[in-house]
């Protein structure tokens, strides 16, 4: 019953911004810590930013004053702002809790950089 789905990705020059959203459904949404993660290919998929039910944040060093994570109870969504985006910020993004044990993974949403 558990299902994450992202959206948003795209194309983007660099230098360019762009929103992502995901859309969970069958959990308790507002009890728990989620987070956005990335994987490039021949990577490890990296843990990018989390937000608590209380709206407390934070973000790995790399996107850090780039990146805006954000949630809404009501809609059980959380969304990923993306400014000053890089080529290195080239990945497939995901959505899931925070810390493990996780959720069955989404198809992720594919974001290219590149000019």
């Known amino acids: 019953q558990v299902q994450l789905v992202e959206s948003g990705g795209g194309l983007v020059q660099p230098g360019g911004s762009l929103g992502l959203s995901c859309a969970a459904s069958g959990i308790i949404f507002r009890v728990v810590t989620m987070g956005w993660y990335r994987q490039a290919p021949g990577n490890q998929r990296e843990l990018v930013a989390t937000?608590?039910?209380?709206?407390?944040?934070t973000y790995a060093e790399s996107v850090k004053g780039r990146f805006t994570i954000s949630r809404d109870n009501a809609k059980e969504t959380v969304s990923l702002r993306m400014n000053s985006l890089k080529p290195e910020d080239t990945a497939v993004y995901y959505c899931?809790?925070?810390?493990?044990?996780?959720?069955?993974w989404g198809q992720g949403t594919q974001v290219t950089v590149s000019s």
């Open positions: 899931n809790l925070a810390r493990p044990p996780w959720h069955p």
């Open positions: 937000i608590s039910p209380n709206d407390w944040t």
